[in-house]
T-cell receptor, first 114, second 116 residues
Framework: GAVVSQHPSWVICKSGTSVKIECRSLDFQATTMFWYRQFPKQSLMLMATSNEGSKATYEQGVEKDKFLINHASLTLSTLTVTSAHPEDSSFYIC??????????FGNGTRLTVT | QKEVEQDPGPLSVPEGAIVSLNCTYSNSAFQYFMWYRQYSRKGPELLMYTYSSGNKEDGRFTAQVDKSSKYISLFIRDSQPSDSATYLCAMSPRYAGGTSYGKLTFGQGTILTVHP
């Protein structure tokens, strides 16, 4: 089945620094990937849609200058949290789907900003 | 009112019980329905997906969709302690071209514990 790999699984950073999270589709090409955010004991909220070779589409309320998304190839999308603050601490999860198939998710990245 | 409503539980059942998990939704545009299982500190794992009303069975799992009532269910037979996790329903509208399953709207998740 479709495998989505996410790295790192856990990161701690200091306030004001930037953190990059990678999402790879391992056995299929994904023209579209999705980034979700999950707070403790809450469900997943879509942040943005990452499109290969073009700009990402952000959901309402998500700051595009703070959450930079790059989808440079058909198997890799990156999310960079810029100038991170403690309120950005969360569980970030990427997902992707092969053509006409349901979404598969990576194992998430737990970000802690101190 | 949220687009997707799911009882957060928690739900605790003995091993071997039949578990029923449910979601209701208000958006008639939703055409694709999925159930995910999420273990603590892990990403969601796809269990079942369907796009038509009726039942779909896969091993111990049965997904049920009633579009007329805007109601979906997941049944787990012969539940095991390893089924203990958070179960998330998710759904998406139909897109002309492109990825139909892309922009998912999730329920709040139901925490399930199956005790030996």
């Amino acid at each position: 089945g479709a495998v989505v790999s996410q790295h790192p699984s856990w990161v701690i950073c200091k306030s004001g620094t930037s953190v990059k999270i990678e999402c790879r589709s391992l056995d299929f090409q994904a023209t579209t990937m999705f980034w979700y955010r999950q707070f403790p004991k809450q469900s997943l909220m879509l942040m943005a849609t990452s499109n290969e070779g073009s700009k990402a589409t952000y959901e309402q309320g998500v700051e595009k200058d703070k959450f930079l998304i790059n989808h440079a190839s058909l198997t890799l999308s990156t999310l960079t949290v810029t100038s991170a603050h403690p309120e950005d601490s969360s569980f970030y999860i990427c997902s992707a789907s092969a053509h006409r198939s349901p979404l598969h998710f990576g194992n998430g990245t737990r970000l802690t900003v101190t | 009112q949220k687009e997707v409503e799911q009882d957060p539980g928690p739900l605790s059942v003995p091993e071997g019980a039949i578990v029923s998990l449910n979601c209701t939704y208000s958006n008639s545009a939703f055409q694709y329905f999925m159930w995910y299982r999420q273990y603590s500190r892990k990403g969601p794992e796809l269990l079942m997906y369907t796009y038509s009303s009726g039942n779909k069975e896969d091993g111990r799992f049965t997904a049920q969709v009633d579009k007329s009532s805007k109601y979906i269910s997941l049944f787990i037979r012969d539940s095991q302690p390893s089924d203990s996790a958070t179960y998330l329903c998710a759904m998406s509208p139909r897109y002309a071209g492109g990825t139909s399953y892309g922009k998912l709207t999730f329920g709040q998740g139901t925490i399930l514990t199956v005790h030996p």
